[in-house]
């Protein structure tokens, strides 16, 4: 999944920001930005450009954290809504599996686990003070778990 390059937009209307500036950090970002430049129901997006703090239950320090994508779509009824987007592998949004001897690996897991669930409780928040929504999406909900 380290895939990583600029997205070159063919609606760079729909991207609030700077449309030569947009950077994808895995195959799954860019399928995803194509997604969306090109969805009808998207009528403005960005990447990494909503800033939430939180508190990392590693360090107890604050830290920012930036969803991978804020989303302002049209429902088939008519209502906008306001989305904001964590792409990530499905391996990191289930808690790991304590295995008998403690490794390396397993400490990283649940370092990355426990950091991202506090990221996401905290986007909730976010959202739920704005009315917006926060999904985190996997390669499942991507439909690229073929790949």
Known sequence: MAYK???????PQKYK??????????????RFMRYLDQHPSVM????????????????????????DF?????AQDGTINNVL????????????????K?????????????VNQAKWKAAEEFCRDRNWQFKVLTEKELGLDKF
Do not use: C
Not at 5 to 11: Q, T
Not at 70 to 74: E, G, I, N, Q
């Open 5 to 11: 390059g600029k997205f070159h937009p063919k609606y």
């Open 17 to 30: 920001g700077d449309p030569t500036n947009i950077i994808y950090r895995s195959l799954w970002e860019m």
């Open 44 to 67: 403005l997006w960005a990447s990494e450009e909503v800033i939430i703090p939180y508190i990392s239950p590693v360090d107890k320090k604050v830290h920012r954290y930036f969803p």
């Open 70 to 74: 804020w989303v302002r779509m049209k």
């Open 85 to 100: 987007i964590e792409i990530k592998p499905h391996q990191q949004t289930k808690i790991p599996v304590k295995p008998q």
């Open 102 to 114: 403690l490794t390396r690996k397993f400490i990283n897991e649940a370092r990355t686990y426990s």
